[in-house]
């Protein structure tokens, strides 16, 4: 029974060991593959500062040397053995495009290392319209599909006749007489003031927007209707000297 017991405890050791070991070894490979490609970036990076400081530094007397040395580290960079003549125009045009970028500009699309020039020229508007909040980025040629029925309804509008919601209240004569016909919204479920005919809610008709509500008289609005404080006076002295003759008396 002891030796079993030894045999499955070894076992169960060997077991953890394993998966310890391949664990390990996938991370391994892991750390291995992102410091190639780190490398690999590194090192086309570097190529490409290369190209720019031997044609920056050449000398007369090393115009051979010079070439070949553009020539080596130009294939490093751009691989013309395992990409197709497109590929490459891309890449050179990319390069070119970063470097006459400003000096923020270049930075930004620099540390996003983009792959292609239309990545490229996005990172560019979006650097750009950060730099310079009120101006947008892209601009469309398209008019906007609003401003043609704009057009139309402002050409409809003349110096006579403003817009409603811009014509200022004019104040209309007083009546002379009190308590005469006046008029309510519409369709209102509100009973009319007081003094005012049932009957005078269907002659509103198609009248101005600019209608007071209460008289009926265009040029201002219910809420500046010269004619209520009037109206409340007179119901109170309608109340006051009810048992006298109206008409033999006037409102103080």
Not at 24 to 52: D, F, H, K, M, N
Not at 83 to 99: D, K, M, N, S, W
Not at 106 to 127: C, F, G, I, M, N
């Amino acid at each position: 029974m002891e030796t079993d017991k030894v045999l499955k405890w070894l076992l169960e050791s060997q077991q953890q060991q394993a998966a310890q070991q391949q664990q390990q070894y996938a991370q391994l490979l892991q750390q291995l593959a992102s410091q190639q490609q780190a490398q690999a970036s590194r090192q086309q990076g570097a190529q490409q500062q290369l190209v720019r400081d031997l044609a920056a530094q050449h000398q007369s007397n090393q115009e051979k040397a010079v070439a070949q040395r553009i020539k080596e580290d130009c294939w490093r960079w751009l691989e013309p053995d395992q990409r197709t003549a497109g590929q490459v125009a891309e890449e050179v045009a990319l390069e070119q495009f970063v470097q006459v970028l400003p000096p923020g500009g270049k930075e930004w699309v620099q540390r996003h290392r983009p792959k292609t020039l239309a990545e490229a020229v996005s990172l560019t508007e979006d650097y750009m319209a950060a730099e310079r909040p009120g101006v947008s980025s892209r601009r469309t040629d398209a008019p906007y599909k609003g401003d043609a029925g704009t057009r139309r309804e402002r050409s409809n509008l003349t110096l006579s006749e403003p817009p409603p919601s811009l014509a200022p209240p004019a104040t209309s004569p007083r009546v002379e007489q009190l308590g005469g016909p006046r008029r309510t919204a519409p369709g209102s479920n509100q009973s009319p003031p007081m003094g005012v005919h049932p009957s005078s809610r269907e002659a509103r008709g198609s009248s101005g927007r600019n209608q007071c509500w209460g008289c009926g008289q265009e040029g201002h609005f219910q809420r500046d209707c010269p004619y209520m404080e009037c109206d409340y006076m007179e119901s109170m002295c309608k109340t006051l000297y009810s048992g006298k003759q109206w008409n033999d008396l006037s409102c103080p």
